[in-house]
């Protein structure tokens, strides 16, 4: 799942991604759709940018999914700062934080090595 509120990014990430044989759910903006969407749908991973639209970030959102859903989390953010400033990221347990703009060959190796599996089994 991707939650990203700026569209060239979020396509950006869902072609890289598919092309490379891993499942994209949904392309979500916001935080309340992310926590709409969960319900009904089960991802190993959500791509989730710290600066959502809506109401709720990325980081209330993460808190959520991984309290209540155990879903875990990519932290996206074209702000490295906030890694220094967000003393919630040490309770979420992010996979990983990728600092924006983002390499497509770098998310690809980083995927490969924590969802090697879970690829496996989708295609």
């Known amino acids: 799942m991707i939650a990203e509120d700026d569209f060239i990014i979020s396509l950006f990430l869902e072609t890289v ?19 709409k969407a969960i319900e009904a ?3 190993d991973c959500v ?6 639209s809506g109401k709720l970030n990325g980081v209330e959102v993460a808190l ?3 309290q ?5 989390v990519i932290f996206l953010t074209g702000n490295s700062d906030i890694l220094f400033r ?5 309770e979420i347990q992010p996979l990983a934080t990728w600092i924006k703009p983002i390499d497509d060959l770098f998310m690809l190796a980083e995927m490969e090595r ?10």
């Open 41 to 43: 749908q089960k991802p």
């Open 47 to 52: 791509l989730m940018d710290i600066g959502l």
């Open 114 to 123: 924590m969802f090697t599996e879970s690829r496996e089994n989708a295609m």
């Open 86 to 90: 967000e003393e919630r990221l040490v």
């Open 17 to 35: 991604l598919k092309e490379a044989g891993y499942p994209v759910l949904d392309l979500l903006s916001s935080g309340e759709s992310v926590l």
């Open 64 to 66: 959520i999914l991984r």
């Open 68 to 72: 209540k859903y155990q879903v875990p």
